[in-house]
């Protein structure tokens, strides 16, 4: 039994994480968060030299052919350094797609594009369990696609989206005709959300259960988006903790007090409670085992309540200078409530593992 | 156990509301402002005019003196007073600060002089007061601070930088306060002073919060002198007239703490759909709303029992702390099922997404800062701990050292 | 305004409580507890002589005239002191249902000896929500009464019930014929609990919309247990309180660890929370207002959530010791659970508060 | 990333379960338990033939060197022995602390002659060991404990009270940490001795626990005679000895706090109704299953990482206090969730309810003691806070005190 993961695994996450340190700064993020910009360019060039972007995909498509786990690590590097890039949009959902269900066509044309991070791709592939806006849904009509998307991550920057209509899967070029984009303010504005609206979009349909291939594509970016979570949560928790190891109050440090000691011992708990459910989404997504509904969803209601804990409190033990603009505590907070409702809130995925446990119980 | 007026409160509630419906107009919904659409020049001008309407009848400052430009009348009056003008568009934070605490803290602490000086032309809205106290190395332990105030000749010099300061861009005035002995404890060697605003050497920068806001400053003072005669209270006393200040503004916590998120979100979750059915069908949207009445409800029903504390003479305490605990979570909890509610639709800000979710989104940006300002949970945990339930302060190493032995 | 009791009524909270303190003794709860007796009858007789049982009934029926605030308060002094008898069944359910809905000839029957105590009464009001057993609930055939009461509280000790049977409220002598009860041990045998079972017992049944008497019946139930568990939750706050005080660990007080006074602040705030809806109830209760739906389910969750959460971190905070069986702390964990649950758990009346509000905004 | 064995450890776990099929019974459910039907004297009886027979096959000590009695295996080969163990019917909490604390401490920190006397006949099964550290006044404080060892001629004297004492009632030995020097700082004059619990002068009393079971004993000592040659250790080096102990009870900390909770409420919430549907169906009892199901299976899979850590030649670290935090809770809300499902019928006794209702109601019961036994909630916080993230300790004023001054 090896429940971790390898040394040379670990060695390219090291290698994202150092990238990434000199690459999504926090000037950089908040180029994307003051609207400036639709994402780090800079940051999304440098993750595709390293080979990130298409570190799942097979070398004979532009990628580098190791695999998910790997994924996974550029996954939890890219939520603990806030990096304002499309890789939800682009590569947890979009290239895994093609990679799963596109025809040898499509995978030809897209995912040696996609694994270069020249073309940026994004996804719906669920119908929304919670709606607010009534505009109907994609379907298909003929070969194209009509109907509205709201709150599509990424649908500004993105060329192509992939969209689930009546259980099949269209790709559809966002710069083609027939379709009109609107960009919407978003609660973390450093990952920009768009309105898309098909009219008769003209649409290419990818073979096979395109039902089947959504559910299999949201449970893996289930799985990536909580490594992206509890990336956040431990940059989220070592910025508390050191800045309280720093700060002094009533003649002593303030980390020395114990309701910041416990808050941030409860922190870490949380922490290691959706790391250790990661990881196992993790094993259960790269050996595509049975485990994985409820692997997935568990990693995922783990991780956004560590995620949530730790930015509410890291942001709070900063205390006054917390709630500045210009600290980066408000960045976490606002990370970790996109990551955390984007492809489905706490609920919902708190929910499908209750159905998973009870399947697998009967 | 009753919610009525005795027959003087009543009698003293129609004589305002007689005087508000002929001088204010009256709040139609939870979107509706004093002063909408006008530009913050405008506003100010607007909000100083309405206050010399109310101070003219009396109302400006209901519990002071009459000599000092009060009305000479009880807590009790105040309260129904407040309760009124609830109801109608009145100016927004700009007076809070001044009637709240700072008149108040010169009407207890000021010479003759100073109260002729600047009550009576502070309660007619003439100026706007602010409140000089935390600085960035002195938040919770206010002892900390470091801006300091040297004799020279009649007055004195100050220099240093205080921060979290509301209303510091319109202020006219400051209670500031500074340390005047370096070799005395660090609460010891404080003394209060009032401060002019547009005198040389004040530099007001507007700081932008968390929520992409803007409701506080930093201030920084660069030689700026005071007269000895704008002293208040004794020298080397200021922690005693800090601490009445902030006394005085304990209760008026709770109006910022209630409220109705609760029934906000029950509008938002008839519209929102979870699966094939209106999201306040769902027992756990349901289980939420619930939550948020039980927390913003019950703090406006805490601070009933603490008016009806003040009706019978009593004052409020400590216990006035679990307000704030409870009502800041809830703005945080109940904020964020609000987003919630939308799964990734949520997380269109409301600018795009309609004006119902603009409050709901705000409380939860807002959240983090209501946890620290004024009293961080922590602090509040403190004080409930330590003043209601007898438990021992904190271990402290720095309480009777010299203020100059700590630097560094 | 004046949002709380009045000096008289603190008066007789006041006796009611030297009393209680007198009578309701650790070793006196203990003897229901480890099954010695049904109820403490010593504690009983002494409400009884107090008035206590017959505070809120009218002098004419022997009651005291007074009302149910004054009773509100023996709730919260009952809670306090832990005592083992049957208020919520005797008092606050059957004596309130007739006293609200019964004959002149069943009051002129029952209400002189429900308020002298000498007749303890019990009552099931309404159809379980939440059901483990499957045998059918009691029905009205002719004038009697068939069918099974699961878990009613003092069903030993009572000799009449009140029961809705199909809209209607019936009440059974409960030592007639056909009526089998069976001792059930609770998880709080301080509170006992047993199975009735009616094959065509004989009822008379009282005139009147029975369930709208049931469901005012119940509201104000709601509000007294409200009462019961503040004063059950204040006593174990304080209790902890004392022993942290008392207690000493690496050359400190215990109650000196921020995270002792925290834990304890928590409780104090979930407290008064409790209180002030608990407060709101009273006076909703006492005044018949509109609100009492929703002030009384308020009170219910406020209360429920305080007590067990002080039962609950009371206990911890005494350490190893609070696990014995010697110390109280555990007569406070099963009666919180017992008083959470007996007309109703947490879920149930959380949602009749969300229905409540709702229905006020609508 | 990978569940499997390696060829070494796959090789040892069909070896094992070749043994154990042929050696026991394997576990059928839940209620299955080893020795149903036994009284105490029989089950002890049963419980140490079947160590002896274990010991014969090598399995009693796997991760002892050979010339002690043990087998000279990997802590790799241990943790595959207790997977597969797991799946018979075996003797609960007999063995645990001679095996897991006491046993390995003598290995440690025993002469020859000690290791010699009391090792292998214990492996064997022919003696149950306790550990007796904790008093009435030195709880989470065990640096305050008052038990008195007196020099006496070749000897030593106990006199005191332990308390907390798993097994005292069935243990032929214990350790036994006492104060031998009252000069010396609290945690510094400690030393560590072998006890024979049938030793004139030792009482033991059982506690009857707040959840009506008896678990752990009260241990008495009256002039309680041992001779130097018990001394387990360095004279006042008893902490350094509980230290090594107290580390090797922290990795079994795991097995007690996983466990399938939340599938024993899947099985309950089908057969309870909520309205007119099984509760099941209720999205509030769904997420407590699921939040269960996260506690439990995550305090395994954290054992897990653990358990991999241990195969690569590392030890777990106090990271492994998270286990007890979350698991002891899970306990705690998990059967409360169990107990809430039926109403006021929940309230009802397993005895009455029905065999499915024991394992939750009990767990509820016992949870608050699993949130105080073994370090409470706050010791293990901090814990975490310290030794994981590296905050500073508690202020102590006691640490550097000779004991006899801090004493009244």
């Known amino acids: 039994m090896n429940f971790d993961f390898s040394e040379d695994q670990r060695r390219l996450q090291a290698e994202v994480r150092r990238v990434l340190a000199d690459y999504s700064t926090s000037p950089n993020v908040r180029a994307v968060l003051e609207g400036r910009t639709l994402y780090c360019a800079e940051t999304w060039r440098q993750l595709a030299a390293l080979g990130a972007l298409g570190v799942a995909l097979p070398e004979a498509q532009g990628g580098v052919g190791l695999g998910l786990l790997e994924l996974c690590l550029v996954a939890e590097e890219a939520g603990r350094a806030l990096a304002a890039v499309p890789l939800l949009s682009s590569v947890y959902l979009a290239a895994e797609a093609l990679r799963r269900a596109g025809s040898p066509a499509q995978q030809a044309l897209w995912l040696p594009r996609l694994a270069s991070g020249e073309v940026i791709g994004t996804a719906a592939l669920a119908a929304a369990a919670h709606r607010i806006s009534t505009a109907p849904p994609p379907c298909r009509v003929g070969d194209a696609l009509t109907g509205t998307l709201h709150a599509l991550p990424d649908g500004m920057a993105a060329e192509i989206c992939v969209v689930l209509a009546g259980g099949e899967l269209a790709l559809v070029e966002l710069n083609g005709p027939g379709v009109t984009r609107q960009a919407l303010s978003s609660l973390d504005p450093s990952r920009p959300l768009a309105r898309i609206e098909f009219a008769a979009a003209p649409a290419t349909w990818l073979p096979g259960d395109g039902a089947a291939t959504a559910r299999a594509v949201t449970l893996g970016a289930a799985t990536l988006l909580a490594f992206e979570q509890i990336g956040g949560a431990e940059a989220a928790l070592y910025m508390a903790r050191d800045y309280v190891l720093q700060r002094r109050a009533f003649g002593r440090v303030v980390g020395g007090f114990q309701a910041v000691k416990h808050k941030l011992a409860d922190i870490y708990t949380k922490l290691e409670l959706a790391r250790a459910h990661a990881y196992f989404a993790a094993w259960a997504l790269a050996s595509d085992a049975p485990e994985l509904p409820r692997a997935a969803a568990a990693a995922r209601v783990a991780a956004t309540a560590a995620y949530t804990l730790a930015a509410e409190e890291g942001l709070h033990l900063h205390g006054g200078i917390g709630f500045t603009w210009e600290m980066d505590c408000h960045l976490h907070l606002r990370r970790a409530r996109w990551l955390g409702q984007i492809i489905g809130n706490e609920h919902l995925w708190r929910d499908a593992l209750a159905t998973a446990l009870i399947e697998e119980a009967a | ?408």
Chains 1, 3 share one sequence.
């Open chain 2, 1 to 408: 156990m009753n919610f009525d007026d005795t027959p003087e409160e009543a009698a003293f509630r129609a004589e305002v509301r007689a005087w508000l419906a002929a001088n204010a107009q009256p709040r139609r919904g939870r979107e509706d402002k004093f002063g909408a659409g006008l530009d913050k020049p405008q506003y100010l001008a607007a909000a100083k005019a309405w206050q010399a309407r109310k101070a003219a009848a009396g109302y400006a400052a209901i519990v002071m003196p009459k000599e000092m430009g009060g009305f000479g009348g009880t807590p009790a009056q105040q309260i129904v007073y407040n309760q009124e003008e609830a109801k109608f568009l009145t100016p927004d934070r700009v007076f809070e600060v001044s009637l709240g605490t700072a008149l108040p803290t010169v009407a207890m602490w000021g010479t003759p002089a100073q109260k002729v000086k600047y009550l009576a032309s502070a309660f007619r809205g003439e100026h706007i007061w602010c409140q000089l106290f935390s600085e960035p190395s002195a938040g919770s332990d206010l002892g900390n601070l470091r801006t300091r105030a040297a004799r020279d000749g009649d007055g004195w010099v100050i220099n240093g930088q205080k921060v979290w300061t509301s209303n510091a861009d319109i202020a006219d005035y400051g209670i500031l306060l500074a340390r005047t002995d370096w070799d005395q404890p660090k609460s010891k060697g404080l003394t209060m002073f009032i401060l002019d605003m547009k005198a040389p050497g004040v530099e007001v920068r507007p700081i932008r919060q968390a929520s992409d806001e803007y409701h506080f400053s930093e201030v920084f003072f660069s030689d700026v002198r005071i007269a000895d005669a704008d002293r208040l209270g004794p020298e080397n006393d200021g922690w005693k007239v800090m601490m009445s200040a902030l006394m005085k503004e304990r209760f008026s916590l709770g109006e910022n703490f209630s409220g109705d998120l609760y029934a906000q979100l029950i509008g938002l979750a008839k519209q929102v759909v979870w699966g094939e059915r209106p999201a306040l069908e769902d027992p756990r949207v349901r289980a939420g709303i619930a939550e948020t009445y039980l927390a913003q409800f019950g703090v406006e029903l805490i601070v009933r029992r603490g008016m009806s504390a003040i009706s019978r003479g009593q004052s409020p305490g400590p216990e006035m702390s679990a307000v704030k605990l409870i009502g800041a979570r809830a703005f945080q909890t109940g904020g964020a099922l609000a987003i919630e509610l939308g799964g990734a639709e949520g997380l269109v800000a409301a600018e795009a997404l309609g004006a119902q979710w603009r409050l709901p989104q705000l409380l939860w940006l807002a959240a983090p800062g209501a946890r620290i300002a004024g009293g961080t949970d922590e602090i509040q945990k403190n004080t409930i701990a330590e003043r209601v339930l007898g438990l021992p302060g904190e271990l402290r190493t720095d309480r009777d050292v010299p203020f100059r032995a700590l630097e560094g």
